[in-house]
């Protein structure tokens, strides 16, 4: 009975580091579910579907991790990086996934329902703040989840450092898709290192397909797990 209660031990994912625990944060909540794809569906949708897959694949690495706004009904978005800490999180990351301004918009016609759409622009993007207090590790973790992206074969979209209004983010990495924002709650508010996720941009159709299938958010948990596991190594 011993020896098979620790061959238990050796063969069940162990966690990468003792005082490591990751905050996923589910963007958007049920009352403003964020944007809209090209097909109608609410993003929080796919935050919520992403999430779930980056939680499995953090659970199979042995990472410790905590869902925030797992339901939905976290409306106050201060409030989720004050959960996280309350909770012990040393990384803070909220799932996204994006949209474009109207003007590169145009309608067409989805099961007998007008819809917007724009085949524009395609990619990722991730966010760090200058008010967070642990910018340099948030874009340390910034750049880790874009590199293993990068490996799979996934590109970033620039369209947020574009000068037009609602944009003009300012790109702190422009291979790798990584811009600063400085406005964006739940990143500002906390107090650990902290990244916001534009997954995919759900409004161009072609992507909308792609971004919901199981390849590309298992992509997705990939490279966010990488990310993590350099994380909670470095915590020593």
């Known amino acids: ?5 620790l ?10 580091l003792a005082g490591c625990l990751i905050a996923l944060d589910v963007g958007h909540y049920q ?14 949708v ?4 992403l999430a779930r897959r980056v939680g499995w694949e953090l659970d199979r690495h042995g990472i410790a991790w905590t869902l925030i706004n797992g339901e939905g009904d976290i409306a106050d978005l201060a409030e989720r990086p004050r959960r996280a800490a309350q909770a012990g999180a040393s990384l803070f990351l909220s799932l996204h996934h994006d949209s474009v301004q109207d003007i590169y918009k145009t309608d067409w016609v989805w099961q007998g329902v ?6 524009v622009f395609s990619g990722f993007g991730l966010f760090v703040s200058a008010a967070n207090p642990r910018l340099e590790e948030s874009l340390r973790v910034a750049q880790g989840i874009a590199d293993s992206l990068l490996v799979q074969g996934l590109a970033p979209s620039l369209h947020h450092g ?4 609602g944009e003009n983010r300012p790109l702190l990495d422009s291979a790798r898709g990584i811009y600063r924002f400085d406005g964006l709650a739940v990143l500002r508010q ?17 992507d909308e397909v792609l971004i919901a299938s199981e390849p590309y ?18 915590l020593n």
């Open 1 to 5: 009975m011993r020896l098979f209660c």
């Open 217 to 234: 958010r298992a992509a997705f948990a990939r490279a966010i797990t990488a990310a993590a596991a350099a994380h909670c190594q470095g």
């Open 114 to 119: 007008t819809r917007a759409h724009s085949e």
């Open 31 to 44: 009352e403003a579910p964020g944007e809209i794809s090209a097909r109608g569906v609410p993003e929080l």
């Open 46 to 49: 796919f935050n919520t579907e």
């Open 162 to 165: 574009l000068p037009v209004d």
């Open 190 to 206: 906390a107090v650990m290192p902290a990244v916001l996720i534009e997954a995919g941009i759900i409004v161009n159709r072609d």
């Open 7 to 16: 061959l238990l031990l050796v063969l069940l994912p162990q966690p990468v």
